[in-house]
């Protein structure tokens, strides 16, 4: 599953979990991305902060796991080489990639994904305020793109940001861990405050 995670959230964490459940995965690698390109223009949180973020909401699921692979490689993040580089790490490994439906309405803007969708199955999940469709996705092969209803979790990054900036909380939106790394790594307030008790 790739993502910004900035910061992770738990609806990330309820599509991981139903994913692997429906599709019997044995593992879900999260993937924070290095330079999001579709978020240039807007600043984005160092890569470190969001590994860490990333790390300490999945570290309690064995089943759950953090690559570096695209924070490690230079340049912007594309999901065709986060594929690639997963595959050479994993011989023979069978892959899926997880997205909500926001990203899978984008997909085939994606760079290179004529190749992306011969290296993994693509499961698009419903988001609040999204449609899960696929009908845009035709010209793709039978069997590469899946979509599976979940549970409802209105969450989203931007408003976990817009949160923490305005001193409103953000307890049970994200996982505890992370509720206490924004505090103390003072993330996404405005310069110049700051705030130890992560309240
Ligand atoms: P931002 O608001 O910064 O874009 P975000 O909440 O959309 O953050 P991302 O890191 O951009 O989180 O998303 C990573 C992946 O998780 C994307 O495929 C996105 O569609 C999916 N996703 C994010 N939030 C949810 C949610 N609440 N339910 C289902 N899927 C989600
Ligand atoms: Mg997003």
């Known amino acids: 599953m790739g993502g910004t995670f900035d910061p992770i959230h738990h609806g990330h964490l309820v599509a991981a979990s139903e994913v692997a459940h429906r599709f019997d995965l044995d593992d879900v690698v999260f993937v924070p991305t290095g330079e999001p390109w579709q978020k240039q223009g807007r600043t984005v949180s160092p890569a ?31 999901t065709v080489d986060t594929l690639r580089d997963l595959l050479r790490q994993n011989p023979g490994t069978e892959l899926f990639f997880i997205t909500g439906a926001d990203a899978l ?52 990054s931007t408003e976990c940001r817009r949160r923490a900036a305005e001193d409103v909380p953000v307890w049970y939106l994200v996982p505890d861990g992370v509720v206490q790394y924004i505090a103390k790594r003072n993330l996404y307030r405005p310069e110049g405050s700051t705030r130890l008790d992560g309240t």
């Open 48 to 78: 470190e902060d969001r590994y860490l973020m990333t790390v300490i909401a999945t570290a309690s699921n064995p089943r759950f796991s953090v690559s570096r692979v695209d924070i490690d490689r230079r340049g912007p993040t594309f």
């Open 105 to 156: 309405e984008k997909i085939l803007t994606w760079r290179g994904w004529e190749e992306m969708f011969g290296l993994a199955t693509f499961v698009g999940v419903s988001r609040p305020g999204f449609e899960l469709s696929d009908t845009h996705l035709a010209e793709i092969g039978d069997g590469r793109v899946h979509l599976l209803e979940i549970p409802a979790l209105a969450i989203s």
